[in-house]
């Protein structure tokens, strides 16, 4: 089980057999036009649901246990071509421009930076590469 505090966020860029929670609420949605994510299901204890899309992202309503179940079928998104490990940098000359907004703020959290939620794209990009 992984574990979010109430009004934290997580791009998860593999297809998604099933998302299920423990412990408090999540929001599932995908990405819609620009920066607004479209929601698409409300998960509770005992109500899993099988999103499918990708990217997903789930958003906290309150402290949260929740479980991801993924599919076997990988994904093409640019950012999954750069695996990266827990504690471990992206490799130098990695190209965030390919990166979508939500994994971008996604990496910008990973990094301990503030403020990134207002950024833009290029804010965000900027931010991320200077954290490194």
């Not at 297809?15 to 479209?38: F, T």
């Amino acid at each position: 089980m992984d574990t979010m505090n109430k009004g934290d966020s997580r791009v998860i860029d593999r297809p998604v057999h099933e998302v299920s929670v423990s412990v408090g609420a999540l929001i599932v949605a995908r990405e819609g036009g620009g920066d607004n994510p479209v929601v698409t299901q409300s998960v509770y204890p005992g109500t899993p649901v099988q999103p499918g899309d990708v990217p997903v992202i789930l958003f906290a309503l309150e402290g949260t246990n929740y479980s991801v179940a993924y599919t076997d079928i990988p994904t093409n998104s640019p950012a999954s071509e750069v695996e990266e490990e827990e504690g471990e940098e992206a490799p130098e000359g990695t190209d965030y421009t390919t990166w979508t907004v939500l994994e971008l703020r996604d990496k910008a959290k990973e990094l301990g930076l503030e403020g990134y939620s207002k950024f833009d794209k290029e804010e965000l990009i900027e931010a991320v590469q200077d954290a490194r």
